[in-house]
């Protein structure tokens, strides 16, 4: 099935330190998704974003759709403890019997030191 | 709301037993899917549903069935436990299919030995 590479595959910060991920593919997506996933919880929903080259924020968290449609990063500033989690991208395709299934990298398991 | 719940929390089974996992939503969301996570391999798509009536295969559907009778209810069937399928399963709604926010219950950890 399709992959997404997402990278660092884990992050080892001390508090206060700006973290960045990213998330690669070999094929276009539509829409690109960042989720944060707490231990013993499910993903939830941090960022969406809708049209290359878009940059949007939420909080202390940046995310950019890659201007190939292809790629999309997301950086956390002045990290604090309760960032710690998996974060995970996701790609979403529209049309050509896709039926919209999202596709994950991944994740990235972020430890943040006090 | 309770958004999507998912019972039961923690599940032990032996090989070839089977077992259905729960899975509810209360938003009137009309798509519904299952994942598993594995160390690792992130969030894989087993089944997912379109609507009630409909269903279909994802990336990962082998020794799994999925009913979808009504919008609210969408359970996952093991058949046959295998140690392979020792995973959390999570299973999810949005409101459509082109919807982007797609809500997750707390997921169902899985031990088959």
């Known amino acids: 099935g399709q992959q997404l590479n997402q990278s660092p595959q884990s992050m080892f910060i001390q508090e206060g330190e700006d973290v960045s991920m990213n998330c690669t593919s070999s094929s276009i997506f539509n829409t690109w998704l960042w989720y944060k996933q707490d231990p013993g919880e499910g993903p939830v929903l941090l960022i969406a974003?809708?049209?290359a080259g878009e940059l949007t924020s939420n909080g202390r968290l940046t995310a950019q759709f890659g201007i190939t449609r292809k790629d999309s990063f997301l950086n956390i500033s002045a990290s604090i403890p309760s960032d710690v989690g998996i974060y995970f991208c996701a790609g979403q395709r529209w049309g050509g019997g896709s039926n919209y299934k999202l596709t994950f990298g991944k994740g990235t398991l972020l430890t943040v030191n006090p | 709301n309770a958004g999507v719940t998912q019972t039961p929390k923690f599940q032990v089974l032996k090989t070839g037993q089977s077992m259905t996992l729960q899975c509810a939503q209360d938003m009137n969301h009309e798509y519904m899917s299952w994942y598993r996570q594995d160390p690792g391999m992130g969030l894989r798509l087993i089944h997912y549903?379109?609507?009630?009536?409909?269903?279909d295969q994802g990336e990962v559907p082998n020794g799994y069935n999925v009913s979808r009778s009504t919008t609210e209810d969408f359970p996952l069937r093991l058949l046959s436990a295998a140690p392979s399928q020792t995973s959390v399963y999570f299973c999810a709604s949005k409101l459509g299919a082109s919807s982007y926010e797609q809500y997750f219950g707390p997921g169902t950890r899985l031990t088959v030995t």
């Open positions: 974003l809708y049209k």
């Open positions: 549903s379109v609507g009630a009536g409909i269903t």
